[in-house]
């Protein structure tokens, strides 16, 4: 590819260096890309999945992973990396990156990476095929598609140097600060830059000036190049002698500073690391000179650089290489932002009509739209289309557990507390509260502890030892009555719907054969209702292609005892009803029903 | 800089204490000692048997080569070989009683270029070691362009410089392997090595280069070691290491000092008190004093920047009107800058200027990426209230260029304060180019 960056290039960046990641969305949102250029953020220590950024007035959530590996699999089409790691650690997360595979670009910002680790990462990455930008840079642009972090400094100076679109220049620097005064001298002299690279002030640094510029003499947009070096080295000779081989043809206007060195014999560090002189050669004046004498275009001083880039320029304009350049629409990004106290990702009331994950409530609710309650729960609460079969389960689930009587510790609650003369509401949340660990807790037990057995392959022989010495029994396992004989009909018909409809069920295979075993020491110890569903909540997710990890989230989170939570309200509720219109009094309960057993409290 | 230059001693401790990972085979006795002064040695030899019982050799540590046809190696009293003790320590207190002369290029015999005078401070020494000229051997590795390279001779204790033909250079990539780097050295072993000691030698090289690459040295010479059997004796070492590797290798290294090149001017408290500095914060804060008493002093924000200015100053004023070289970078704190112009402006206004002209401060910077302009501004500002006096009795004419994040406000803040106190002042921003008022200060 000619060009470094497009429009649709999106970086994964190592480090949450919130700032720069800003500054690269204020960019993207004011040169109007339709994706952040920033897909993922590497935070190794960081808790939450998600940051705020704004974009524009608005805001976005850029997720965060744990490491490289993880967020490139999530977002295979980033392929960037713009690696903002310390020194100690920004030769690991560049090895490793080349490892994952991947990414055309790596960018490092680190100075004064140890330079043998430096030569082994750079060589690793030309290997590879991958271009290395640095380290100790910072960065690059592509006006008009992507911006690398802080370069270009502020929008408003971004928008002064012309940085916002791409004109005809090709810009290459060492220093990252010259990098943002060059761009602002080639707007104010000429139509600004169609891409630059500032490759880093290191000794060893992976891209050189070289590889850069032959990638822009194979840049149509970039009609003549500037390479500002610096005294040290022998970089710029190999652009002498692409320019002699006529590898670049197109013009070049150059210089290098530093000429001051020639006057201090030796111990003044003059810039940066890469920055001394080792030989004659290695003087600013002495490639100067050359660059001159190969007809690249070398001003006088390094103050008479903005007329020699006007004079290159108005000749290419003359002659119609260059022509003119439109200014494209741009956003504004507001001067004052607040960001928001609340995220919302499932639902949208702001348009016309009211969405679930995007769709109007109008095409789930009515009953032409043949949806049920089942698609409802699969967009409000996991953003997804569920399938049918998935739908239906969930449905089945929620009036399979709506009621199980009044005796129950919810429904009993529910039914004392509306006697009390309380509201439904409040009749209901003091049944709710009963659900937990020991009342519909089941569910999410057995999914947890089911799905540890299955996933650590333990035999059901392993799973029974494993859960007596977590000193609990095995959660859905066992039935005040049921039994293998007398079979849990509401169980059977889950079991008959799963193996008609579910592409697979693993989970539940598992179950059963721990069934087999449990039953062969007493014949309730069968897999009861909650159990049964916990386990096939699972296989449903795996089915649907949930990760594992996905799936372990959903079950410490709470989700399935949610579905208890919905179903069981529908009974409660019921129970409630019944109370108000059979009009019963206040509860109290009999006395003769409590075992009084009071002694006289000792003194301490 | 990444690449410091080490003592002779440092280097050998460094192998000394690798010896037996690199060079199993082999032996080093490790006598070696480094002292200021003769009642140093001395003092050392209460300890070190061998200083006592061994005939010495002493020569001065202090990073310059060419010792010997300087007449810096002490290695004969009446005839060569027959140092003892005492002499040794008289030897190292002459030398360092008063300033030597030094030539670090010699044509031949005879010195050639200017000779620098210093105090010697620093000995090292060993004990003299008679063996044959055919036992000594020259080895070397650096970095050349982007490979390592490994020079290596069957002529040691030569100008290796007016020798080059009887180096054998081999280079390797940084991708090369140990076997690839052994069968590598071990094809190249220099013709002049003798038979008998070829796979020796091979076998101490591809010691010397593994050490060479795995402590981080950016360049390791030894000119020359002697090679007895399996005996080895270190007798001359060259050697810099790679100090931004200095966060791996703290144990590797051990205790290791950067001095400063014999002849340098020491570093003023000034420039101290700016590298402290600098070594606490993540920004970046340079000084370098080239002519205290000139007339053009510099507080420019970053490195690139920094060397435009200076260019642009011996271009358009002449090198002797530049005070200093310097830089401030990478978003220091307000009180960080003020630090750095405070040490500055001090420095200025000490004295006026000789031909009574007024003294120039640019304080120039490209257009920052991320540094906000007006915080260190700020603190600008706050050393001007502080050294506004000293100033105006000087007679400074400050020049202001500066872009970036805030400028606008750094801009009117900075001009504000020097109106306030009464500084003459001249502002620019990004419409104005980096350097031009470099042109504007010496045409004026």
């Given at each position: 590819m000619a060009q470094l960056f497009t429009k649709d290039t999106q970086a994964i960046f190592w480090n949450n260096n919130a700032s720069a990641i800003q500054r690269m969305l204020d960019y993207d949102y004011t040169i109007k890309r339709a994706t952040p250029s920033v897909a993922a953020i590497v935070a190794p220590t960081a808790d939450s999945k998600f940051q705020k950024f704004f974009w524009g007035p608005d805001e976005i959530m850029v997720p965060l992973y744990k490491n490289t590996a993880e967020a490139k699999a999530a977002h295979p089409n980033a392929d960037v990396l713009l690696n903002f790691a310390s020194l100690r650690t920004a030769y690991d997360v560049t090895t490793e990156a080349l490892e994952i595979g991947g990414f055309r670009v790596i960018m490092i910002t680190a100075e004064g990476i140890p330079e043998r680790l430096a030569r082994k990462m750079n060589q690793a990455a030309r290997d590879a095929g991958v271009i290395v930008i640095g380290p100790a840079?910072?960065?690059?642009?592509?006006?008009?598609?992507?911006?690398?972090?802080?370069?270009?400094?502020?929008?408003?100076?971004?928008?002064?140097?012309?940085?916002?679109?791409?004109?005809?220049?090709?810009?290459?620097?060492?220093?990252?600060?010259?990098?943002?005064?060059?761009?602002?001298?080639?707007?104010?002299?000429?139509?600004?830059?169609?891409?630059?690279?500032a490759i880093g002030g290191d000794r060893f640094v992976g891209s050189v000036f070289i590889d850069n510029l032959l990638r822009m003499q194979d840049n149509p947009d970039v009609k003549y190049m500037i390479l500002l070096g610096e005294v040290g080295g022998t970089e710029e000779y190999k652009v002498i002698e692409a320019v002699k081989s006529g590898q670049i043809t197109k013009p070049i206007i150059a210089w290098c500073i530093g000429t001051i060195a020639k006057h201090y014999s030796s111990g003044v560090q003059f810039g940066h690391a890469g920055a001394s002189a080792n030989a004659e050669r290695e003087t600013a004046e002495a490639k100067n000179k050359a660059m001159a004498e190969a007809g690249i275009y070398v001003p006088?001083?390094?103050?008479?650089?903005?007329?020699?880039?006007?004079?290159?320029?108005?000749?290419?304009?003359?002659?119609?290489?260059?022509?003119e350049i439109a200014e494209p629409e741009m956003n504004t990004v507001p001067k004052v932002r607040r960001s928001k106290q609340f995220i919302c990702t499932i639902s949208d009331d702001r348009g016309d009509e009211?969405?679930?994950?995007?769709?109007?409530?109008?095409?789930?609710?009515?009953?032409?739209?043949?949806?049920?309650?089942?698609?409802?729960?699969?967009?409000?609460?996991?953003?997804?289309?569920?399938?049918?079969?998935?739908?239906?389960?969930?449905?089945?689930?929620?009036?399979?557990?709506?009621?199980?009587?009044?005796?129950?510790?919810?429904?009993?609650?529910?039914?004392?507390?509306?006697?009390?003369?309380?509201?439904?509401?409040?009749?209901?949340?003091?049944?709710?509260?009963?659900?937990?660990?020991?009342?519909?807790?089941?569910?999410?037990?057995?999914?947890?502890h089911f799905k540890y057995a299955d996933d650590n392959g333990l035999t059901p022989a392993e799973f029974l030892n494993h859960m007596k010495k977590l000193g609990i029994p095995i959660p859905g396992i066992g039935h005040r009555i049921k039994s293998l004989k007398n079979p849990d009909l509401r169980v059977k018909g889950l079991m008959d719907y799963a193996a008609e409809c579910f592409p697979a069920t693993p989970l539940l295979d598992y179950a059963r054969t721990v069934e087999a075993l449990t039953t062969s020491k007493k014949e309730n110890l069968i897999l009861n209702v909650d159990g049964t569903i916990g386990i096939l909540m699972v296989d449903m997710w795996r089915a649907l292609g949930y990760s594992e990890e996905e799936i372990n989230e959903f079950i410490s989170s709470g989700t399935l005892n949610a579905f208890f939570i919905v179903g069981r309200s529908i009974g409660f509720i019921g129970h409630i009803l019944d109370e108000k219109r059979l009009a019963m009094p206040m509860y109290r309960h009999p006395m003769d029903d409590i075992l009084y057993d009071v002694k006289m409290a000792e003194k301490i | 800089m990444a690449q410091k230059a080490i003592r002779e001693y440092d280097a050998k401790s460094i192998l000394a204490k690798h010896w037996d990972k690199y060079f199993p085979n082999f032996t080093y006795a490790y006598e070696t000692v480094l002292v200021q002064n003769g009642s140093e040695l001395k003092e050392a030899a209460t300890e070190k048997a061998w200083l006592n019982e061994k005939t010495l050799v002493a020569k001065p540590d202090m990073l310059f080569g060419k010792r010997g046809k300087n007449g810096l190696v002490l290695f004969r009293d009446a005839k060569p070989g027959d140092v003892k003790l005492d002499k040794a320590a008289s030897w190292i207190d002459e030398k360092s009683s008063s300033k030597q002369e030094v030539f670090f290029a010699f044509e031949g015999d005879t010195p050639t270029g200017n000779a620098s005078v210093d105090y010697l401070t620093h000995f090292i020494v060993e004990p003299f070691t008679p063996h044959e000229q055919a036992e000594e051997y020259y080895i070397s590795a650096t970095v050349v362009g982007d490979d390592d390279v490994l020079y290596m001779s069957a002529e040691g204790g030569m100008e290796v410089e007016e020798n080059w033909d009887k180096v054998t250079e081999v280079s390797f990539k940084i991708t090369e392997s140990e076997d690839e780097i052994a069968a590598k050295i071990k094809a190249n072993v220099p013709a002049d090595v003798a038979e008998k000691d070829k796979a020796a030698f091979a076998e101490f090289a591809i010691g010397f280069f593994k050490a060479y690459r795995e402590l981080n040295f950016a360049y390791l010479e030894i000119n020359p070691f002697v090679m007895q059997g399996s005996k080895i004796e270190l007798l001359d070492m060259v050697a810099k290491l790679d100090d931004t590797a200095g966060f791996l290798m703290a144990e590797a290294w051990g205790d290791v000092e950067y001095p400063t090149a014999f002849g340098m001017e020491e570093k003023s408290?000034?420039?101290?008190?700016?590298?402290?500095?600098?070594?606490k914060t993540g920004a970046s804060l340079k000084l370098t004093l080239l002519k205290p008493d000139a007339r053009i002093w510099t507080m420019v924000a970053g490195g690139g920047a920094s060397v435009v200015y200076a260019d642009t100053i011996a271009d358009l004023a002449g090198i002797e009107d530049l005070a200093n070289y310097g830089e401030y970078s990478g978003g220091p704190t307000t009180g960080e800058t003020k630090f750095y112009a405070e040490t500055l402006l001090d420095l200025m206004t000490r004295e006026k200027d000789a031909q009574g002209r007024e003294k120039i401060l640019i304080i120039g910077g490209a257009i920052a990426n991320f540094t906000d302009v007006a915080a260190t501004f700020t603190g600008i500002i706050q050393a001007f209230e502080n050294?506004?006096?000293?100033?105006?009795?000087v007679g400074v004419k400050i020049y202001v260029r500066r872009g970036g994040p805030n400028y606008e406000k750094g801009l009117k803040d900075i001009k504000e304060a020097a109106d306030r106190l009464g500084l003459w002042i001249d502002v620019y921003g990004p419409e104005t180019h980096v350097t031009d008022i470099v042109r504007m200060a010496v045409e004026a």
């Open positions: 840079t910072v960065g690059g642009i592509s006006p008009g598609a992507f911006k690398i972090a802080n370069v270009g400094g502020t929008i408003e100076n971004i928008v002064n140097s012309k940085l916002h679109r791409s004109g005809s220049c090709g810009l290459v620097t060492r220093s990252g600060g010259l990098f943002n005064e060059l761009s602002n001298i080639i707007a104010i002299n000429a139509d600004g830059i169609a891409e630059g690279v006088e001083t390094f103050n008479d650089l903005p007329a020699k880039i006007a004079e290159v320029y108005g000749k290419l304009k003359a002659e119609g290489v260059i022509g009211a969405t679930y994950a995007g769709f109007p409530i109008s095409s789930v609710a009515l009953p032409s739209t043949g949806k049920g309650i089942g698609d409802v729960v699969s967009l409000l609460w996991f953003k997804k289309q569920y399938p049918k079969w998935a739908t239906d389960f969930i449905e089945t689930v929620i009036k399979t557990v709506a009621d199980h009587g009044p005796a129950v510790s919810g429904a009993h609650n529910a039914k004392v507390t509306a006697r009390a003369g309380k509201s439904v509401v409040e009749a209901l949340v003091t049944g709710l509260l009963t659900i937990g660990p020991r009342f519909g807790g089941a569910i999410d037990g057995a999914a947890e | 408290p000034e420039v101290l008190a700016i590298e402290e500095a600098d070594s050294y506004a006096e000293k100033m105006k009795n």
